[in-house]
């Protein structure tokens, strides 16, 4: 089964950290770019972060700059988002994506995606 598995939201204060992961299985996410994307609601989705299957390019919605970063343990198959110093604003599904041959396509040329997971910044 081909599949990406978004995992680490949750409830945090602003100021807080999470660090979301994004398991693959069913393909080698190694041969893969990755990209973040977010969507809260009544807003499009957005890009935040893209990570070439090299790792050799990154890059960074300006919003998001020095205090997320992207990264990838292909040994265990899985990408992650270390989100730092979280607002209020940063509240959304968050998403990753893998596609086979391209870095930071628009979200629709992206192979496959995870279902989401919730992250909410709040006090």
């Known amino acids: 089964q081909v599949q990406l598995v978004e995992s680490g939201g949750g409830l945090v204060q602003p100021g807080g950290s999470l660090r979301l992961s994004c398991a693959a299985s069913g393909f080698t996410l190694g041969s893969y770019s990755i990209g973040w994307f977010r969507q809260a609601p009544g807003k499009e989705r957005e890009g935040l972060s893209c990570?070439?299957?090299?790792?050799?390019?990154?890059w960074y919605r300006d919003s998001v700059k020095g205090r997320f970063t992207i990264s990838r343990d292909n040994a265990k198959n899985t990408v992650y988002l270390q989100m730092n110093s979280l607002k209020p604003e940063d509240t959304a599904v968050y998403y990753c994506?893998?596609?086979?041959?391209?870095?930071?396509?628009?979200?629709?040329?992206?192979?496959?995606w995870g279902q989401g997971t919730q992250v909410t910044v709040s006090s």
């Open positions: 990570l070439s299957s090299n790792a050799d390019n990154t």
């Open positions: 994506a893998a596609e086979r041959f391209f870095f930071c396509p628009p979200p629709d040329e992206y192979d496959y």
